[in-house]
């Protein structure tokens, strides 16, 4: 078994630097360890974090993973991992947020009881104030009945929630929106509800429907407008029988997931990487970290404008 000497960024708050997706799985094709001397530091965009500014920091090739919408600058990486669909690069494998889930269960008779046994209509849990599409459904469908909302933006329901599953579970309906909108760019939003056997109200990516079946939830961009939208969910919620009909759709197309989402895929892409990096030196070696700090000091703040102008 190959030893495979790695660095992980801290993607996001709760992100275990030890249990996380891409060790446990690359932990049954290779030795994994935790080094300060890493072969390989994976990373996301230093903007996104003010304590990520090592990217620069490690004398090694880069794995960047783009778990947010935003393209993989290739001039301080050497080998990306992010949701895009369009690269024909070698070095790039399409790793969608949602695939870090154990997605079986989805690939398994759906519980239709389970379906038939929830109460309450409609939720929602964010915590980004920017997302204005999400914001104008929310409350457009506020209209015609209550959404409980229960995140740190928009909070209705006085408390805040330790386990999301848990809490949208009870609902038929939950609004997965994206904070923003790019083709491949799907995440956790849409299958968290699916997990719990809600409905999703799904925007975002406009080629949703290449892995995921567009019958099986409520996909906003087959709608003219949100009205529609809404008009359509009023209906499977006042007619029980289009409801379960919607629910009873398999998640996936034909029931099936494709072969590039499988473990045996991820692992065969890092069996490449291994190899491919033995060929050449890192791509950002040379360059100074000073630089790019800088870089990207720009970008947020450009960011940070064109937040406030909106």
């Not at 360890?33 to 974090?49: A, L, M």
């Not at 990516?205 to 079946?213: I, L, T, Y």
Request: contains cysteine.
């Amino acid at each position: 078994m190959e030893t495979l000497k790695i660095k992980v960024s801290k993607y996001w708050q709760k992100f275990e630097n030890i249990d996380n997706c891409f060790i446990n799985r690359l932990s049954k094709r290779f030795n994994v360890v935790i080094s300060d001397d890493p072969d390989f530091y994976f990373f996301t965009h230093p903007y996104y974090d003010n304590n990520i500014k090592d990217y620069l920091d490690y004398n090694c090739h880069r794995v960047f993973f783009g778990y947010e919408n935003t393209r993989a600058d290739w001039n301080i990486c050497d080998y990306v991992l992010d949701s895009d669909y369009y690269y024909n690069n070698a070095r790039h494998k399409r790793f969608p947020l949602w695939q870090r889930f154990d997605l079986t269960r989805l690939l398994q008779p759906k519980n239709i009881e389970s379906f038939k046994s929830k109460k309450k209509f409609c939720c929602m849990l964010v915590s980004n104030p920017n997302a204005t599409e999400r914001i104008e459904f929310f409350q457009k469908l506020s209209k015609y009945k209550k959404v409980d909302s229960a995140g740190r933006y928009l909070n209705n329901i006085g408390h805040s929630v330790e386990n999301k599953r848990e809490f949208i579970k009870e609902y038929k309906f939950v609004i997965s929106f994206e904070n923003s909108s790019f083709p491949g760019y799907t995440t956790e939003k849409l299958v968290e509800p699916m997990l719990v056997n809600s409905i999703p109200i799904y925007w975002g990516d406009p080629e949703v429907g290449r892995d995921f079946n567009t019958e099986s939830f409520v996909n906003i961009n087959d709608f003219r407008s949100h009205d529609d939208a809404i008009k359509y969910i009023i209906e499977l919620d006042k007619d029980e029988e289009k409801y379960l009909a919607k629910a009873s759709k398999p998640w996936f197309n034909d029931n099936k997931l494709s072969s590039e989402y499988s473990e045996e895929s991820l692992l065969d892409f890092f069996d490449f990487i291994i190899k491919d990096s033995k060929k050449k030196k890192p791509i950002a070696k040379s360059l100074s970290k000073k630089i790019w700090e800088l870089k990207f000091d720009l970008k947020k703040n450009i960011d940070l404008l064109l937040e406030k102008l909106h």
